[in-house]
């Protein structure tokens, strides 16, 4: 039997084809087809509150029933209290929050901290992520950007994208939006995916100057999403933008599933 076995694989047309068939098996075995990321069975916590300006429970609204939509176990909260419940915070996968400005306890950040260094993701939009709790650095350190300005406050200008090969902004269009346009201090690691192009109507000595609008990465084990859009919640019903902050929130929701993309951008190239 063993004999007539080996003696087949002499033959060179069976040869062939067992060839043939363990490279398709290996083929298929390296790239699996990559499932869509996506919030469906995920349990998502959504935070709320903060500065009114922001519109916080108008974002909720309008987010809160995609995630239901989606298949999210949603949990809602319009307290930062929910940051110290460790059970909580650990069994989650991921957190968006809207929140701008206002106070954290040392408790409460550790809480968040803790729950995006072990693998939970983290999105969010204008000052709900990117201005929230201004005495906390780490904070900040965490989600790689802090709002420094908007010149001219509420004014006409225009996204491009950048990135078209990552799945958040591939096949996006560039568009137009009148809203804040944010001037924020960036941690150059992040990976950027659009950007918008200051005019200097506003303040002279910033004309030309390329601000990352979207952005992707990560602390810790967690993945962090960022878009500094919306001003007004309602500015996320732009088709590009919807299109952008859902892929997004669907990125991040993946941190603990999904192996750690690895990259620091060279911003400043060394030697
Ligand atoms: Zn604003």
Same mark, same amino acid.
């Given at each position: 039997m063993t004999r007539l076995f080996i003696s087949m694989f002499r033959k060179p047309a069976v040869l062939a084809a067992l060839i043939f068939i363990l490279s398709t098996l290996s083929v298929g075995s390296a790239n699996p087809p990559a499932n869509s990321p996506s919030v469906k069975g995920k349990k998502v916590l959504l935070v709320w509150g903060g500065w009114d300006g922001h519109k916080p429970k108008e974002f909720k609204d309008i987010v809160a029933p995609w995630l239901k939509e989606q298949g999210a176990e949603l949990i809602i909260s &319009?307290? !930062?209290?929910?940051?110290?419940?460790k059970e909580l915070m650990g069994s989650l996968d991921l957190i968006i929050q809207m929140w701008t400005m206002g106070k954290i306890s040392r408790e409460q950040e550790k809480g968040l901290l803790d729950a995006v260094k072990g693998g939970v993701g983290l999105a969010g939009i204008h000052g709900g !992520?990117? #201005?929230?709790?201004?005495?906390?650095t780490e904070y900040q350190y965490m989600v790689g950007g802090q709002w420094v300005a908007h010149p001219g406050g509420v004014i006409d200008y225009s996204v491009q994208i950048t990135n078209h090969e990552d799945p958040v902004t591939k096949g996006v269009n560039d568009f137009k939006i009148k809203s804040e346009q944010y001037y924020m201090h960036v941690d150059p690691n992040v990976k950027v995916l659009a950007t918008t192009t200051f005019s200097? &109507?506003? #303040?002279?000595?910033?004309?030309g100057s390329v601000m990352p609008v979207v952005w992707k990465k990560y602390y810790g084990k967690g993945r962090i999403f960022y878009f500094s859009i919306g001003h007004d919640p309602e500015e996320l019903r732009i088709p590009d933008a919807w299109q952008i902050w859902t892929r997004g929130v669907n990125w991040a929701a993946e941190s603990k599933y999904e192996p750690a993309e690895k990259w620091v951008s060279p911003v400043y190239p060394g030697k």
């Open positions: &319009d307290s !930062l209290g929910v940051y110290t419940n !992520l990117g #201005d929230s709790f201004r005495d906390n200097g &109507d506003h #303040d002279a000595w910033i004309k």
